[in-house]
């Protein structure tokens, strides 16, 4: 009889662990699937207006059910390079201020920004993000994401912010030339020349004026 309700007990054991395995085996229902983006198309163009340059990205918006993807946006991030070689950031994940540029409701996305304008963010060194250049060659390309800011692994005594969710491949970079100001224009004088056949007879007059007056004084 003590072995036969060992049995039955060690079966009822045995059939709830595998249940509860069955359970953290089985994916909700209601679980959402981040698809991951596809690389941007974008353009970009200048405009230089009293020796400022405006440098303005034309992102092409890409498909994305923002309902049923709740809490996850589409978003996009720049990158920027002087040689082609070492891309700088324009934007950082822990910028609670100034994160990543949501994709617009419309058929584009317009990011623009300044020549020489400097986006950082101050936590620490590491974190600094991109310098846009006054003057010279600068190339920049995009990347798509989608996903949700929040918590990661905590480490180095704190948890930073990450991305959760899927992000694109960087798109093909695509460089321009910003102008270098031009100086200021000097002030020159305004005082009228004179050349010397205008000088020399109008001298004569003078004094031929000066010797009839002095003629008709004596008389």
């Not at 045995?14 to 909700?28: H, N, R, Y």
């Amino acid at each position: 009889m003590g072995c036969l309700s060992k049995c039955l007990a060690l079966i009822l054991i045995l059939t709830m662990a595998l249940s509860c395995a069955s359970l953290l085996m089985v994916k909700p229902a209601n679980a959402q699937t981040i698809p991951k983006p596809s690389v941007p198309e974008f353009t970009i163009q200048t405009q230089t207006q009293n020796n400022t340059t405006t440098i303005t990205l034309t992102i092409r918006n890409q498909p994305f059910d923002a309902a049923n993807q709740y809490p996850n946006g589409f978003f996009y991030n720049v990158a920027v390079s002087v040689d082609a070689k070492n891309w700088n950031e324009l934007y950082h994940v822990e910028d609670a201020s100034d994160w990543y540029p949501q994709q617009s409701n419309s058929s584009t996305t317009v990011l623009t920004y300044v020549a020489g304008e400097t986006r950082y963010y101050p936590m620490n060194a590491s974190q600094r993000v991109g310098i846009i250049p006054k003057s010279g060659e600068v190339a920049f390309k995009v990347q798509a994401m989608i996903g949700h800011r929040d918590r990661g692994a905590f480490q180095n005594g704190f948890m930073p912010y990450v991305l959760v969710g899927e992000e694109s491949d960087w798109s093909t970079a695509q460089t321009i030339t910003i102008p270098a100001s031009s100086p200021p224009p000097t002030s020159t004088s305004s005082i009228p020349e004179f050349p010397a056949l205008i000088i020399l007879p109008l001298l004569f007059s003078l004094f031929a004026v000066a010797a009839i007056v002095r003629h008709l004084r004596n008389r």
